[in-house]
């Protein structure tokens, strides 16, 4: 019988790499694949644990220290599982949980190295992370407790209410429309009753921004491989039209500021760097990466339409 840990599929091998898109039109899965495929080892340079994420400050970090904010967010979004609470008697047996869009498992891998009792499955499409976190597990002593498959989160084949939490990392922003609805259902059929869902993203808080944010997110989203940003409305609904409760948004804005003020010292360096390296000639996704990195510090300082949260809820029916 499969479990969490023997997904009850196996994946075509179909994978292809399309141009990037230029024309305008909207983004695809295919897009962002190709995107993340190119760009994999260029996150290296923002973590060398592959944290592909804003950090979490708190009083006692050093805010000139990145690295140790990135793990203080994977370490906030394991508090905010509340796993103890939902699984009372789970410190006597092994609990799974669920990293949608892992990138290459950092925040997976920070929480099973604090919990011997966690063992974790990571979903991605790009399997160039799985390489990267297969040999980053190794490294941390934690490959027996880690899964990695390669699959598209919004239909992972994983059996249903097996999962005693999950959580989106700024990766539910890549599934499609403004509602993130196949992520969310997807979330909610993996999901046991009483576990949770995390996701820590950003939000659109209204559907028509001011004209310089509206811009601001299109060249943000184009350049990242975004289709678009949830907006804030839009994803509540999905949640509650999925059976979740307790649904909760903390702006996580000043948090995230610290580590989000490392971006123009380290971008302007990184592309100074690469440009030499490559005699000036960069890949479109490689050149999009660089300018969103512009844009996403940019974008955190329209208030009215912009936010940095973390939104947690609950699996009815415990």
């Given at each position: 019988m499969?479990?969490?840990?023997?997904?009850?599929?196996?994946?075509?091998?179909?994978?292809?790499?399309?141009?990037?898109?230029?024309?305008?039109?909207?983004?695809?899965?295919?897009?962002?694949?190709?995107?993340?495929?190119?760009?994999?080892?260029?996150?290296?340079?923002?973590?060398?644990?592959?944290?592909?994420?804003?950090?979490?400050?708190?009083?006692?970090?050093?805010?000139?220290?990145?690295?140790?904010?990135?793990?203080?967010?994977?370490?906030?979004?394991?508090?905010?599982?509340?796993?103890?609470?939902?699984?009372?008697?789970?410190?006597?047996?092994?609990?799974?949980?669920?990293?949608?869009?892992?990138?290459?498992?950092?925040?997976?891998?920070?929480?099973?190295?604090?919990?011997?009792?966690?063992?974790?499955?990571?979903?991605?499409?790009v399997p160039v992370q799985n390489r990267i976190a297969a040999r980053l597990d190794a490294a941390a002593g934690v490959a027996d407790r880690m899964a990695h498959i390669e699959a598209d989160y919004t239909r992972t084949g994983l059996p249903a209410a097996q999962a005693d939490g999950?959580?989106?990392?700024?990766?539910?922003?890549?599934?499609?429309?403004?509602?993130?609805?196949?992520?969310?259902?997807?979330?909610?059929?993996?999901?046991?009753?009483?576990?949770?869902?995390?996701?820590?993203?950003?939000?659109?808080?209204?559907k028509n921004p001011g004209r310089i944010a509206a811009w601001l997110h299109r060249l943000w989203a184009d350049s990242w491989a975004v289709p678009t940003l949830a907006v804030r409305d839009d994803f509540t609904a999905a949640l509650r039209d999925n059976g979740f409760e307790d649904i909760e948004f903390k702006s996580l804005r000043w948090r995230v500021a610290p580590s989000a003020l490392h971006i123009p010292v380290l971008a302007t360096r990184f592309t100074l760097a690469e440009l030499w390296k490559a005699r000036g000639r960069l890949s479109p996704w490689r050149r999009k990466h660089i300018v969103a990195s512009y844009c996403a510090l940019a974008l955190g300082m329209f208030w009215r339409d912009f936010d940095y949260c973390m939104v947690t809820a609950r699996r009815a029916g415990c």
């Open positions: 499969p479990t969490v840990f023997q997904p009850d599929f196996r994946m075509p091998s179909t994978a292809t790499h399309a141009p990037v898109n230029t024309t305008g039109a909207p983004i695809t899965a295919e897009d962002t694949q190709d995107y993340f495929t190119e760009v994999a080892v260029d996150y290296s340079a923002w973590s060398p644990s592959y944290n592909m994420h804003f950090g979490f400050w708190r009083a006692g970090l050093n805010p000139l220290r990145r690295e140790g904010m990135l793990v203080e967010m994977n370490r906030a979004v394991g508090r905010a599982l509340r796993l103890d609470e939902s699984q009372p008697t789970a410190g006597r047996r092994r609990r799974c949980v669920i990293d949608m869009g892992c990138g290459a498992g950092a925040t997976a891998r920070t929480l099973v190295g604090d919990d011997a009792s966690l063992y974790a499955v990571t979903v991605t499409n999950a959580w989106a990392v700024e990766s539910a922003c890549y599934a499609e429309g403004t509602a993130k609805a196949d992520f969310v259902r997807e979330a909610a059929r993996l999901l046991k009753p009483g576990a949770r869902l995390v996701v820590v993203d950003g939000f659109l808080l209204r």
